[in-house]
């Protein structure tokens, strides 16, 4: 039995992967204690080599989940710390307008109209949880919302908030840097990044996209 490598010389064994017949020289290494060509040798590194490569990335994508769950969890965790402290902020903005009132009520100073006194503290309240969720986008995407719509969409904005977004009730504008957000009825009660930037009566583009 001549060796199919070397058809000059004879084979002295067979290789246990392909099984062609091959002298000493053609063996490049053992598997399970069988001998293996020089081909299918190299077969066998690219094949493991793969392997490793598959396994090194499918570790990579693992750990890219578990740091994407992290940060959505973070996310998720700022949000919800956010929303509590806008309703603690419009809860103490209901006892200080009730005592304001009572206090008012029980002078005999002639009490000032209620918009002189407080802005809506309702509206506020929902404003500064808008103000918070854009700002929250802002820290997680880089970038600010072309709309509240996509704050809604994105999970960052939900419940009672969200329905008043949804029925047009806050106008949103930004020049891509700082943005403004106010009540559609209520022009003068604005929360801004740039205060300067943003006149009462500034226009909203259609449908809430920035300017």
């Known amino acids: 039995m001549k060796c199919y490598y070397h058809p000059d010389r004879e084979a002295t064994t067979r290789c246990s992967i392909c099984g062609k017949p091959i002298c000493d020289d053609d063996i490049a290494g053992y598997k399970n204690g069988k001998p293996v060509c020089k081909i299918c040798a190299i077969g066998e590194a690219l094949t493991q080599k793969e392997s490793e490569d598959k396994q090194k ?12 769950q992290k940060r959505l969890k973070s996310a998720k965790k700022r949000l919800k710390i956010m929303i509590i402290v806008g309703i603690i902020l419009f809860v103490a903005e ?4 009730i005592g304001l009132k009572k206090s008012v009520a029980e002078s005999t100073v002639t009490p000032p109209q209620t918009s002189q006194v407080a802005p809506d503290i309702k509206q506020k309240a929902q404003l500064l949880m808008v103000f918070q969720a854009i700002q929250l986008y802002r820290f997680e995407k880089g970038k600010l919302p072309n709309n509240l719509d996509i704050l809604i969409d994105d999970g960052y904005i939900q419940g009672p908030v969200a329905d008043i977004i ?23 009660l604005i929360i801004s990044t740039a205060p300067d930037k943003f006149s009462p009566g500034a226009k909203e583009a259609p449908g809430g996209d920035a300017q």
């Open 57 to 68: 990335q499918a570790k990579l994508e693992q750990i890219r989940r578990e740091r994407e």
């Open 94 to 97: 209901v006892i200080a307008y």
């Open 166 to 188: 949804k029925s047009g009730e806050v106008k949103y504008i930004t020049d891509g840097q700082d943005f403004a957000v106010m009540p559609v009825d209520n022009d003068t």
